[in-house]
């Protein structure tokens, strides 16, 4: 299983991007998908994560991180395993490298996993930079 993150780069406070995660192959039936983040000096943090049963977003298992709520969305498109982050409103405190994790479900709980350590694949990052 191979995890490619897209759509990282330069873009000034308050403009907006879309990151694309590529999941080569989702052996499993339920997978958590999640996008983390980690700054310079920082730890790396989760920033989103949703729950895909079957190829399908499970309802109410999606999480977003505080400062993520009401400006990022994470979504999967339905026919592929690719998983976005769209990120709206971006400020200079969101600049960091953010990977894409993947975890393989053997019992699904009611949201998705928020801790890295949970994590079995991981992408190799793409950075987002926001200017102020």
């Known amino acids: 299983l191979q995890v490619v993150e897209s759509g990282g780069g330069l873009v000034q406070s308050g403009g907006s991007l879309r990151l694309a995660c590529t999941v080569s192959?989702?052996?499993?039936?339920?997978?958590?998908i999640a996008w983390f983040r980690q700054a310079a000096g920082k730890e790396r943090e989760v920033v989103s994560c949703?729950?895909?049963?079957?190829?399908?977003?499970?309802?109410?298992?999606?999480h977003y991180a505080d400062s993520a709520k009401g400006r990022f969305a994470i979504s999967k498109d339905g026919n592929k395993n690719v998983v976005y982050l769209q990120m709206n409103g971006l400020e200079p405190e969101d600049t960091a490298v953010y990977y894409c994790?993947?975890?393989?479900?053997?019992?699904?709980?009611?949201?998705?996993?928020?801790?890295?350590?949970?994590?079995?694949?991981w992408g190799q990052g793409t950075q987002v930079t926001v200017s102020s």
């Open positions: 994790a993947v975890r393989e479900i053997v019992v699904t709980q009611p949201k998705c996993s928020t801790g890295e350590i949970w994590y079995d694949y």
């Open positions: 192959e989702l052996t499993f039936h339920v997978n958590d």
């Open positions: 949703l729950t895909v049963g079957d190829g399908t977003t499970i309802d109410g298992s999606t």
